[in-house]
């Protein structure tokens, strides 16, 4: 297998040697196409990541970081001749130290070029590289999944058009989640109750809080109406490298989300929500008329306020219309044992919960 791969290799490179003189933007199109078959930018091509004959490369991130890293380790790739001046290139490394990150340090020779994701056995261990999400040699600029294969349907594996198509081949089907980690494609499943707008079009045809460019239905062109996992999750820097790569932000967010109970309400506290639902709608009751009273509380009662996570799921629910979903180690079930929420009907505005909270019998309470 290693000899074949070495073969491979000297034929591939003597290949690319002869067939192009180094001007052409793609070389050796079978193997290496896209930003990294750029010669103007890696010259030394193969051996920039392939050394000498070491073939034994598996997708470990320090082959990446030797470019994608410091300003020190590209300065070295410049002066051994595999990387040129031109190329535009950030530190991604920095991204990898903060707090909340894939893990890509973690597992050390677990990722396998010809795996098979969603991983199908339960005791398999977890792990995420770099070229589980890029491929190595076809990867181009603003394309970061171009050469990568979803998830396999019959016999046939499509390309992937959706980021999300790559989540869900490690946070969805996978027999391996970690516990508490659910199925992401169950969670936005367009035959949902709710659901944010990955995969389709939301349900709710008026989201009265929404702010601008999203709206609630799409009436004039230019208005987006559907959200990929990137808008929530991402760099906390929004001038650094993109990419879901790591954040100072708890749940590898953009922005900060406070999901603990009995905390007060500040615009910091729920900033991701409140970067697309207006605040001050919220908060002035107008779609729910109790949204005030349960997110800042009611201190003459003596009643402290709660996160939007105490109701709604960030993600879908199968269960109830707008995203409600019960976060059961604060809501309880009622005298009668039930932990509901009813609508009536659609976009009423109108429903009753059944549930205790803080000691407060809901049995059930309308609005
Ligand atoms: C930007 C870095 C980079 C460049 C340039 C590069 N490779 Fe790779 N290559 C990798 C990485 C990383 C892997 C491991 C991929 C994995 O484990 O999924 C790999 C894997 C391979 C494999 C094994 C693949 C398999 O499916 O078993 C071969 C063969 C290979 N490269 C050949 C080449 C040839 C030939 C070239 C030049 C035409 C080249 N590579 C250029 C990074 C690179
Ligand atoms: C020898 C240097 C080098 C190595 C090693 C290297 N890259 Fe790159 N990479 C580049 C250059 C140069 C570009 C193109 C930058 C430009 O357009 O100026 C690039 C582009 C990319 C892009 C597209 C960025 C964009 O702007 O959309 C991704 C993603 C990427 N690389 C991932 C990886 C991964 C993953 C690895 C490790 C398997 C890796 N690179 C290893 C040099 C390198
Ligand atoms: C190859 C597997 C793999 C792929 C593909 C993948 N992830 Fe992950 N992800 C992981 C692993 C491993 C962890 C660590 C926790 C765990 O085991 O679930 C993780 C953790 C996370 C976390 C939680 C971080 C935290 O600190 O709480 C988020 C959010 C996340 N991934 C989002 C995404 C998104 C969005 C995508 C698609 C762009 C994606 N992942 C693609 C493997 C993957
Ligand atoms: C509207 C914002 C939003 C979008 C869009 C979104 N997420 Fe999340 N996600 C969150 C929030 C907030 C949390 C942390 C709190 C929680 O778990 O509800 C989270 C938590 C996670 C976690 C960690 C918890 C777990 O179950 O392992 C993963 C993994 C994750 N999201 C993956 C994804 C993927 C994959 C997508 C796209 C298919 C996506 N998210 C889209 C807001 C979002
Ligand atoms: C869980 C999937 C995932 C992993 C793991 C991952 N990336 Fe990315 N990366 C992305 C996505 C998605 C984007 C595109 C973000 C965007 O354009 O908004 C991206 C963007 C990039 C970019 C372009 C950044 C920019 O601002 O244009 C580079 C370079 C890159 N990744 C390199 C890496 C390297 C190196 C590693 C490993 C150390 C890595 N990525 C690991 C998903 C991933
Ligand atoms: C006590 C439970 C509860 C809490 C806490 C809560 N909500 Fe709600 N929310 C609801 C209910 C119930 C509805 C449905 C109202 C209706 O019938 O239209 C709703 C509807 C919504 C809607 C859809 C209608 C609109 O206003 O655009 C958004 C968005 C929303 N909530 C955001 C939030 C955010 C953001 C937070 C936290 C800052 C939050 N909610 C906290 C119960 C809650
Ligand atoms: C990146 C933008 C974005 C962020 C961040 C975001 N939302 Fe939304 N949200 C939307 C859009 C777009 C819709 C409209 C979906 C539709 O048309 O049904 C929506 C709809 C909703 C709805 C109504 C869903 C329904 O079917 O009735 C609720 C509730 C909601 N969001 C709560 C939240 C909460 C809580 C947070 C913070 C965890 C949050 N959102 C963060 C964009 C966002």
């Known amino acids: 297998m290693r000899f074949s791969a070495i073969l491979f290799l000297l034929l591939v490179s003597i290949c690319a040697g002869l067939g192009s003189a180094g001007a052409a933007r793609y070389t050796s199109k079978t193997v290496l196409d896209g930003a990294h078959g750029d010669r103007q930018l890696l010259p030394k091509s193969c051996r920039a990541c392939h050394r000498g004959m070491a073939m034994a490369i598996r997708g470990e991130e320090a082959v990446c970081f030797r470019c994608h890293g410091s300003q020190s380790n590209r300065e070295q790739m410049i002066r051994s001749g595999a990387l040129t001046q031109e190329a535009r290139l950030e530190n991604i490394e920095r991204e990898?130290?903060?707090p909340y990150?894939?893990?890509v340090e973690k597992s050390r020779g677990v990722h396998h070029p010809q795996e098979r994701l969603p991983e199908e056995q339960v005791n398999a261990a977890r792990h995420v590289e770099c070229v589980d999400c890029h491929h190595p040699h076809l990867v181009d600029n603003d394309q970061p999944y171009r050469g990568l294969y979803g998830r396999r349907v019959g016999n046939l594996r499509g390309a992937?058009?959706?980021e999300y198509e790559v989540c869900y081949r490690c946070h969805a089907e996978s027999a391996n989640l970690p516990i508490g980690s659910t199925n992401k494609h169950a969670e936005f499943a367009p035959t949902n109750k709710s659901y944010h707008p990955v995969e389709a079009e939301g349900r709710n045809l008026y989201v009265i809080s929404l702010l601008s460019p999203y709206n609630e239905r799409q009436e004039k062109p230019g208005e987006i109406s559907r959200l990929t996992c990137g808008d929530c999750h991402g760099s906390d820097d929004p001038t650094g490298p993109q990419g879901p790569h790591g954040s100072n932000y708890a749940g590898l967010l953009k922005k900060n989300y406070d999901t603990s109970d009995e905390r007060?309400?500040?615009?910091?506290?729920?900033?991701?929500c409140y970067s697309c639902h207006d605040r001050?709608?919220?908060?002035?009751?107008?779609s729910f008329p109790y949204h005030a009273l349960h997110i800042q509380g009611n201190s003459a009662k003596n009643l402290p306020g709660t996160s939007c996570h105490t109701c709604h799921d960030a993600h879908g629910s199968s269960q109830y219309q707008y995203l409600i979903r019960f976060n059961e180690d604060v809501v309880a079930p009622n005298a009668d044992g039930k932990r509901e929420f009813k609508a009536t009907g659609v976009g009423s505005r109108h429903g009753s919960c059944l549930l205790n909270c803080h000691g407060v019998e809901h049995n059930p309470l309308s609005y």
């Open 101 to 103: 990150r894939h893990p």
């Open 280 to 286: 001050t709608s919220i908060l002035s009751n107008e």
């Open 160 to 162: 992937i058009e959706n």
């Open 96 to 98: 990898f130290q903060k």
């Open 264 to 272: 007060p309400e500040s615009r910091f506290a729920y900033e991701l």
